[in-house]
């Protein structure tokens, strides 16, 4: 059951009355969150071996990263209004269900259109699950912990960005990509048990709105942060849903080493996390600016200062570097904006996240097919360009 207000008073000693079990609950929705935003970006590292195995072009294998990524855009905002009054702990079990099976469909999948009805279901699942945790991980704990709580389930969604597809790659590179999907699956199903033993009911505490959803634009530090995720997000996925054939055809390097390589990418990026997070505590525009500035030098040299395997190691580190701070600075900046609405803000700037993934991979699907695998770059670069021209269009800030 919920925790009542007596328990919820903010004394000194709440962190020590926390149960356990309540804890293991909250790192059990981050471990979901973890395990649907990995899912969602899992074929960046597989295109070739699944482009090959089911005949299909790497600009068209990048559709697995577009259909899911549009489907949570849409899914994130609109489930909570959908579900109603739903029992939210319900929800949750359903929605890490679907994610469970739409992977064993992927595995399975005789064709690129099974597959990509596969991914349409983890679309929803991914939408709906990360517009629901955060706000019910703040039912479990007293509210001296819930900033405490909120980080943990961000922080899986975050961990995921920069572990998730190079531990998916690895997987596929010792395997099959299929196998990749099936641990994936496997990771959903322990997460649907933990959810079955550790979540207590949790009914809704109150209808969603659709209406204050828009109304979220209306502040600009809001408006400049959405606009801030949606290019640094789109412009990384532009590159990065190619980045494996990119090493390979770039920089030389054989395809072996594309899994440990992105690993590292990943280690760098939790770096970068931290980096970026006590850099936000300072000045929260100075550090989206600088991480702008990064990626894009980054993205644009790559094409021309990659070209041995050394250095594009090297490029590929210092890009997840950059990556890794970019969901913790901007969510710190729209939720220190508008902390009367972290709800409806995280909503929108989820979906907003999940729109560029799909419209990044889109644009660098279309760029790879008509300009050759190099080209991603310097799209992507365009777009994290304009980043600091946002942060600058924000009229005020609580940096």
Do not use: C
């Not at 469909?105 to 005789?110: D, G, N």
């Not at 920069?162 to 990749?180: E, S």
């Not at 789109?234 to 390097?253: D, M």
């Not at 994290?384 to 600058?392: D, G």
């Amino acid at each position: 059951m919920a925790l009542t207000e007596a328990e919820r008073s903010p004394t000194a000693s709440d962190r020590e009355r926390v149960p356990l079990r309540s804890w293991l609950a909250v790192v059990t929705m981050a471990v979901g969150t973890f395990a649907l935003v990995t899912v969602e970006s899992l074929p960046v590292g597989l295109l070739p071996f699944i482009g090959g195995a089911l005949d299909v072009s790497e600009g068209t294998a990048g559709l697995m990263v577009t259909v899911p990524g549009l489907v949570a855009a849409v899914t994130a905002p609109l489930l909570p209004v959908a579900i109603g009054r739903l029992d939210r702990r319900v929800a949750l079990i359903a929605l890490i269900t679907l994610m469970v099976l739409a992977n064993g469909l992927s595995a399975a999948a005789p064709n690129f259109t099974v597959l990509l009805a596969a991914r349409f279901l983890v679309g929803v699942s991914i939408g709906g699950f990360w517009a629901l945790a955060a706000g019910l991980a703040v039912r479990l704990v007293p509210e001296r912990s819930i900033p405490r709580a909120i980080s943990v389930v961000f922080g899986g969604a975050t961990a995921a960005n920069v572990l998730g597809v190079p531990a998916g790659t690895l997987v596929g590179g010792l395997a099959d990509w299929r196998t990749a999907f099936v641990a994936a699956g496997v990771l959903g199903l322990l997460v649907l048990v933990a959810l079955l033993f550790l979540l207590p009911p949790m009914p809704a505490e109150q209808v969603v709105q659709l209406r204050t959803l828009p109304q979220q634009f209306r502040h600009p530090v809001v408006r400049a942060g959405v606009l801030s995720t949606f290019l640094l997000v789109g412009g990384h996925f532009a590159a990065f849903t190619f980045v494996s054939p990119v090493l390979q055809s770039t920089s030389g390097i054989g395809e072996g080493a594309i899994g440990p390589l992105l690993l590292g990418f990943g280690v760098a990026g939790i770096l970068g996390n931290f980096l970026a997070g006590a850099a936000a505590e300072r000045n929260i525009r100075a550090t989206i600016v600088s991480i702008s500035v990064l990626l894009t030098a980054i993205l644009a040299v790559f094409p021309l200062a990659g070209r041995t395997p050394v250095s594009g190691a090297l490029l590929l580190l210092g890009w997840g570097l950059a990556f890794g701070g970019v969901p913790v600075s901007v969510q710190t900046w729209i939720l220190k904006a508008a902390p009367d609405s972290t709800e409806a803000a995280t909503a929108l700037n989820t979906s907003v996240y999940n729109l560029a993934i799909a419209l990044g991979a889109l644009l660098g699907g279309v760029v790879a097919t008509t300009a050759g695998i190099n080209g991603v770059l310097p799209a992507g670069a365009v777009l994290t360009l304009v980043t600091f021209l946002a942060v600058r269009s924000a009229r005020r800030t609580t940096a």
